[in-house]
């Protein structure tokens, strides 16, 4: 009986120890986010994009997080319809294990992004900028919004083209999935 019990609870942990960092799709899907599939599970570029100060930055500045990189545009419509859900997530979920990167990509003068942030009252989301779209090319970004998503090691866990309520349920269950110990 006790060797049973011991088989049984070893069983439970190794599953789900197996099932740490990994995405639920069917659910994503049945709670809001059709849209969401799996990624390559390749690395991701390391070209660099820039801060808004014009410093250099790439993904592996973040190695170890899980990332949420939403590739956007001030004349995108619905790359403006997402944002305060992004905002809204970030706030929420965003610290040490998780991060939600807002890559302006294209012509997006500095004064433009400014204006629509304060203008949806968006404070917790980083303007970052891959002007020449470099970055965004090298990530496969064909159309706005896209939303890659990064494991902690650096490598693409799902992607999203279209826009999304990055802030529902089915979201935060995601990213609660792929921050997992």
């Known amino acids: 009986m006790l060797r049973s019990l011991l088989l049984y ?3 439970v942990i190794g599953a789900n120890t197996a099932a740490a960092g990994q995405i639920d799709f069917d659910a994503a899907h049945a709670g809001g986010l059709p849209q969401l599939t799996e990624g390559n599970g390749e690395p991701a570029s390391d070209l660099p994009f820039l801060d808004r100060d014009g410093n250099e930055q790439r993904l592996a ?3 170890g997080q899980v990332l949420l990189v939403n590739f956007w ?5 619905p790359c403006r319809e997402e944002m305060p859900s992004l905002d809204r997530l970030q706030a929420e979920m965003g610290g040490e294990d998780f991060q939600v990167l807002t890559i302006a990509t294209g012509r997006n003068p500095l004064p433009s992004i400014d204006k629509f942030l304060a203008e949806q009252e968006i404070e917790n989301l980083p303007v970052l ?3 020449r779209q470099q970055f965004a090319r090298s990530m496969g970004v064909m159309g706005l919004p896209v ?9 693409e ?4 083209i279209g826009d999304a309520d990055w802030f529902g349920d089915a979201a935060r269950q995601v990213i609660s999935d ?3 110990p």
Do not use: K, M, P, S
């Not at 939303?147 to 490598?155: A, K, M, Q």
């Not at 866990?157 to 999203?160: E, F, K, Q």
């Open 129 to 131: 900028l891959d002007a």
């Open 157 to 160: 866990a799902a992607r999203l």
């Open 147 to 155: 939303t890659v998503l990064i494991d902690r090691e650096g490598n």
């Open 61 to 63: 500045d973040y190695r």
């Open 73 to 77: 545009a001030t004349w995108c419509a």
């Open 178 to 180: 792929l921050t997992a």
């Open 9 to 11: 609870t070893a069983l």
